[in-house]
């Protein structure tokens, strides 16, 4: 089952589907047609069965005229997969039957040994040249510093955040690019950098948001001091740490399951703030990212 790392950068793609030909573009090299827009496009790619053929992502992309010129498949790949240079062209070859445009696959990892797997080139077909997808990884992740740059694709700037946290920079451009999103996003972008980050740049980032240091403080940062983070901090002096951090890990997946629209019964919610057990509170963190009903955090 997918986890909440895996969802939330599938959630980029949702979000912002031009983030898929900017990285593209701008972190890997590649050329792109000239496109004046990005859409999402049907990640369902199954033609026979049983089995099922779906990928994460798929962003097209469309000239003035509202002719597709370009079909990106954005797959996240947590760990390495034998079975994904047998899946992955099904994937290429059953959007391109459906957009009837060229495609390119592009590869999200979250570390350097998935990354050189995936960069590993494959053959598909013995008379072609072995095949390789585009890959973004640790290693080519861009460290968005500019604050114009983060707020127009506030996507990235996650993603630099979550890959650069040593960098006071790039979690001053992801604090002020948290402010162009919707709001009940931020906090799950928010959580997904802090994830990320070690001690001491998670400290940096919990005081960037929370202390004002930077003249430039957003108002997200200050809107969330008065939240569930602050309050797990604040709960954190007067009981301890570890309490403050279960306090803030539950109000993070409250707030996850009603930005997903799942509702959230008063006993559920008992249940989930009551729960002092940090590693429990990750497990349902990362079932909060796929489940129907707050009550199936539990099973």
Request: glycine fraction near 6%.
């Given at each position: ?46 033609r ?21 010129v ?54 598909v ?7 390789t ?33 040593a960098d ?25 950098i ?62 996850f ?43």
């Amino acid at each position: 089952m997918p986890g909440f790392d895996h969802e939330l950068k599938v959630h980029l793609f949702h979000h912002h589907p031009e983030l898929a030909p900017a990285l593209l573009r701008d972190v890997i090299g590649e050329p792109l047609p000239d496109h004046a827009r990005a859409e999402l496009g049907c990640t369902d790619h199954t033609r026979l069965k049983p089995k099922p053929f779906k990928s994460d992502d798929v962003v097209v992309l469309y000239d003035d005229r509202g002719d597709k010129v370009m079909a990106i498949i954005a797959e996240v790949q947590n760990d390495i997969d034998d079975h994904k240079p047998y899946s992955w062209p099904v994937y290429v070859a059953m959007v391109r039957e459906v957009v009837k445009c060229p495609v390119r696959l592009l590869v999200l990892c979250p570390d350097r040994r998935v990354e050189g797997w995936a960069r590993t080139p494959f053959t598909v077909e013995t008379s072609l040249p072995p095949y390789t997808p585009a890959v973004m990884g640790l290693s080519n992740t861009p460290a968005v510093r500019d604050i114009e740059r983060a707020r127009d694709l506030p996507e990235l700037a996650v993603l630099s955040a979550a890959a650069h946290g040593a960098d006071p920079g790039t979690l001053k451009a992801a604090e002020a690019a948290l402010d162009t999103v919707p709001e009940d996003l931020r906090l799950i972008y928010y959580d997904f950098i802090e994830s990320k980050l070690s001690g001491a740049a998670r400290q940096m980032w919990e005081e960037l948001m929370a202390t004002g240091t930077y003249e430039w403080q957003s108002d997200f940062a200050r809107k969330y001091v008065g939240q569930g983070r602050e309050e797990g901090l604040r709960e954190g002096e007067a009981r301890g740490e570890a309490r403050g951090e279960a306090r803030g890990k539950a109000e993070s997946i409250v707030r996850f399951l009603k930005a997903r629209k799942v509702p959230v019964t008063p006993a559920a919610r008992r249940r989930i703030t009551a729960c002092t057990d940090t590693e429990r509170l990750d497990t349902w963190l990362e079932r909060a990212a796929t489940v129907g009903r707050a009550d199936e955090l539990f099973d």
